[in-house]
C-alpha cells in the first residue's frame, strides 16, 4: 500500500461516491468530477463549471489540480515528440507521442508492440469515418530505475523515486490533450523511463484509470506493460487484471549467463522462472505476449543465440521484436550491424516466429527508447533539450 493518501487524480468513481457521500453531496457529483478529470483532461477544479462553488473550492483544497506539467516539447522530423514532463517536487519525466507511420517497414513501428492489439485492428474500422492517424503513447512509471541494466540510461541512472498513480495517468491526460488535428491516441506502452512492475500499486491503479468506461477508456488489448521479468508482479497482474493487459518482456538473452550480465535481476529470476510465469499468464485466445530483444554488439546478437532463442520460446504464444541498442553515453556498449541483425531475425522468422525488427524513432530528440534518462544526469540528453 502507497504511505501517502490518494490524490485526487488517482481516485476511481466508487471512491469519489464515497468520499463525495461522506460531505452530503448528492451522488451524481462522484461521475461529474470524474468525467471532468478523466473524460475532459480538465484538473483545475475553478473551471468545473458544472459543480456547486464549495465544492470546487473543496478540491482544490484536495490539491486537486495538474499533476504534471509540459516543460519542453521536442519534435523530431519523423513526428515524434518527447514531452520533458516537471512533477509537483521538481523532477522531471519523459513522455513520448508516436504517430503510426505507414508505408513500407511500418509494421515495425514501435507502435507495433502495442499489437497484441494489431491483429483485430482491423475489427474495429468504423465505415465512413475519417481516417485518423493513431498514436501511441510510451510513458514513464519511475524517475530512474532501480534495475540497473546496462544497456540502458534509465538503469545507470538508478532509482530516484516511484511515480504515483496520477502522475503516472497523469502523462496520458496530458499527452491526449497535446495531440495534433486528425490524431487520436490509440495505444499505451508503459516502456518508458522505469519498471513498471516495481510500482506495482501504481501501475496497477493507473490501468484501473486509463481502462475505466467513465474516462478515457482505452482498450485494455491496447495497454502494455513492459517488463524486465518480475515473477510475483506477473502473476499479480495476471491475475488482478484477468491477463487481459498486454504484456511485453524484455528479454534480451536466450541464456542465464548473458542475461545476468545485461540484467541483474535474471539473478533474482532467471530464465526458467520468467517462462513459466509467461506459461501461466492468463492470456485471451489469439492474443500474443511481446518478447523484446535488445541487440547488444557481442553480447547476444550471435545467430547461435537467435537459435537457442527459437527453441526457448517454443510453444508460446509470442512475437518477437528486435531492438537494435540505441547507444547511450554511459556504456561502450553498442547495437550490431544491420547484417548480423537481419541474420539473427532470419533464424527466427525460419524457425515460425512473427519477428519484427523495431525502426528506431525519435532519435534526434533523444527520444528512442533506453535514453528517456533524468534531465541533468547526462549531458548529451541536456544539449539535445537545450
Ligand atoms: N523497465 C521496463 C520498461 C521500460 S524499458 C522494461 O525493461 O521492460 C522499455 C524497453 O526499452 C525495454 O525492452 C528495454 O530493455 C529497452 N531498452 C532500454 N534501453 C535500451 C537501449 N539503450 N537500446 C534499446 N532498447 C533499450
Ligand atoms: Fe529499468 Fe527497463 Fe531500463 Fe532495465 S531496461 S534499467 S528494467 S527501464
Redesign the pocket.
Known amino acids: 500500500m502507497r504511505s501517502t493518501p490518494l490524490h485526487p487524480v488517482a481516485r476511481l468513481p466508487e471512491e469519489w461516491s464515497a468520499s463525495l457521500a461522506a460531505r452530503g453531496e448528492r451522488s451524481f457529483t462522484a461521475k461529474q468530477v470524474f468525467h471532468w478529470i478523466h473524460r475532459r483532461g480538465v484538473l483545475d477544479p475553478a473551471a468545473m463549471t458544472n459543480l456547486p462553488a464549495r465544492l470546487r473550492e473543496h478540491l482544490a483544497a484536495e490539491g486537486l489540480g495538474e499533476v504534471v506539467t509540459p516543460e519542453r516539447v521536442h519534435r523530431s522530423e519523423d513526428g515524434t515528440r518527447k514531452l520533458l514532463l516537471r512533477l509537483r517536487d521538481g523532477a522531471t519525466i519523459e513522455t513520448v507521442l508516436l504517430p503510426s507511420v505507414s508505408g513500407p517497414g511500418s509494421q515495425a513501428q514501435l507502435d507495433a508492440d502495442a499489437a497484441a492489439a494489431d491483429e483485430e485492428d482491423d475489427e474495429d474500422a468504423e465505415a465512413g469515418a475519417a481516417p485518423r492517424t493513431r498514436v501511441t503513447q510510451c510513458i514513464s512509471t519511475q524517475v530512474g530505475?532501480a534495475?540497473?541494466?546496462s544497456f540502458?540510461a534509465?538503469?545507470v541512472a538508478g532509482l530516484k523515486r516511484h511515480l504515483g498513480p496520477e502522475e503516472i495517468a497523469g502523462q496520458v491526460l496530458l499527452g491526449r490533450a497535446m495531440l495534433d488535428e486528425g490524431e487520436e491516441l490509440r495505444n499505451v506502452v508503459y516502456m518508458g523511463?522505469?519498471?513498471p512492475l516495481h510500482n506495482y500499486e501504481a501501475t496497477a491503479r493507473s490501468l484501473r484509470l486509463l481502462t475505466h468506461p467513465e474516462g478515457i477508456h482505452l482498450s485494455t488489448r491496447r495497454v502494455t506493460v513492459s517488463t524486465?521479468g518480475l515473477v510475483p508482479e506477473i502473476a499479480r497482474l495476471g491475475a488482478d487484471f484477468g491477463g487481459q493487459i498486454a504484456l511485453a518482456i524484455?528479454l534480451h538473452a536466450s541464456d542465464d549467463a548473458t542475461r545476468s550480465a545485461l540484467?541483474p535481476i535474471n539473478r533474482k529470476y532467471p530464465l526458467d522462472e520468467l517462462l513459466a510465469a509467461l506459461r501461466a499468464y492468463p492470456l485471451p485466445r489469439r492474443r500474443r505476449i511481446t518478447i523484446e530483444y535488445t541487440l547488444v554488439a557481442g553480447q547476444n546478437d550471435a545467430p547461435a543465440e537467435a537459435r537457442r532463442l527459437a527453441k526457448l520460446l517454443r510453444g508460446l504464444p509470442v512475437k518477437i521484436n528486435l531492438i537494435p541498442m540505441n547507444p547511450i553515453e554511459a556504456s561502450t556498449l553498442g547495437p550490431p550491424g544491420a547484417d548480423r541483425v537481419a541474420a539473427f531475425q532470419a533464424v527466427l522468422t525460419e524457425a515460425g516466429y512473427s519477428c519484427f525488427v523495431r525502426r528506431r524513432r525519435g532519435d534526434d530528440v533523444s527520444a528512442a527508447c533506453?535514453q528517456l534518462v533524468l534531465l541533468g544526469a547526462r549531458p548529451k540528453v541536456r544539449r539535445a533539450l537545450g
Open positions: 530505475c534495475m540497473g541494466c540502458c534509465s538503469g523511463m522505469g519498471e524486465s524484455s540484467m533506453g
